[in-house]
């Protein structure tokens, strides 16, 4: 299994608080356990709840689910490169374009969680089918070098810190 035994040149310095906040953590157990955590924490919240804004230029809850999908999705993309040699220098992506460009408000909340979860699995999916090697493999991202590893990590150290925002500020 894989546990959180990460160097700080395995990621660019921009995700250095998602991977400090995981403490020592089995990838597997905090993919797995940071989704019902999200899902728990969100299933019943009212509609009111769901469209808050905290401060005039913050995401309302919506908005931060569908950008934790789109960010799982780009994330993992990276990932599955990297774990296939691929050394394509990857563009970053601009997670305000993405939410503004999303219609995260207007969709069902449901949908939103039983997509999260969706894809989430589907990660964890993804992971597994990692060897140990592919783990290590790195690939460029913006011009800063990321491992397979630190992806995966990352994905739930950016879901977790989301979803701490979340109960502090908008429950």
Not at 158 to 171: A, T, V
């Given at each position: 299994m894989t546990t959180l035994q990460i160097s700080e040149n395995e990621y660019a310095p921009f995700y250095k608080n998602y991977i400090k906040a995981l403490g020592f953590a089995n990838l597997f157990e905090i993919l797995v356990s940071s989704k019902e955590d999200l899902l728990k924490t969100l299933q019943n919240i009212s509609e009111e709840k769901q469209l808050y804004q905290y401060d005039e230029d913050k995401w309302t809850i919506k908005e931060l689910v569908q950008h934790i999908i789109d960010a799982e999705r780009v994330l993992s993309y990276r990932a599955l490169r990297f774990s296939r040699n691929d050394a394509t220098d990857l563009q970053a992506f601009d997670e305000d374009w993405y939410v503004e460009n999303s219609n995260g408000n207007q969709r069902d909340f449901t949908e939103l969680l039983t997509e999260f979860e969706q894809v989430r699995n589907s990660n964890i999916s993804l992971f597994k089918s990692f060897t140990e090697e592919m783990f290590t493999l790195s690939g460029s991202i913006n011009g800063s070098d990321m491992t397979v590893r630190a992806l995966g990590f990352i994905i739930a150290g950016?879901?977790?810190?989301?979803?701490?925002?979340?109960?502090?500020?908008?429950?």
């Open positions: 950016h879901q977790i810190h989301h979803l701490k925002i979340i109960k502090e500020k908008y429950l």
